[in-house]
Nanobody, 125 residues
Framework: VQLQASGGGLVQAGGSLRLSCAAS????????MGWFRQAPGKEREFVAA????????SYADSVKGRFTISRDNAKNTVYLQMISLKPEDTAVYYC???????????????????WGQGTQVTVSS
């Protein structure tokens, strides 16, 4: 699976952005798609994930109520809608995928197998 992330940019605090991650290659509906982020000097951290078949989702506490992950089956694309952005949301955002049977969601960085190239999100104060 190849993943292509896009949609990052510069936004003021309180603003919104929508990230997209298009999947291509040997895609399957038995996967979990996730978003992670990495700020300078920090480890990559989980943001949100969605089970492609069940639609089940999971979010990091720091983004609950502000970020929404969704998918478009026809476009093989997962989205991350971000609102009420804060300066601490500034990071490179990566999408990732991992095969997953069942309806559960994976949230651990090391379990994800395929990674996109990252897109920069900068939130100014």
């Amino acid at each position: 699976v190849q993943l292509q992330a896009s949609g990052g940019g510069l936004v003021q605090a309180g603003g919104s952005l929508r990230l997209s991650c298009a999947a291509s290659g040997r895609t399957s509906s038995y996967i979990v798609m996730g978003w992670f982020r990495q700020a300078p000097g920090k480890e990559r951290e989980f943001v949100a994930a969605i089970n492609w078949r069940s639609g089940g989702t999971s979010y990091a506490d720091s983004v609950k109520g502000r970020f929404t992950i969704s998918r478009d089956n026809a476009k093989n694309t997962v989205y991350l809608q971000m609102i009420s952005l804060k300066p601490e949301d500034t990071a490179v955002y990566y999408c990732a995928s991992v095969p997953k049977a069942g309806s559960g969601v994976v949230t651990t960085t090391r379990e994800f197998r395929s990674w996109g190239q990252g897109t920069q999100v900068t939130v100014s104060s």
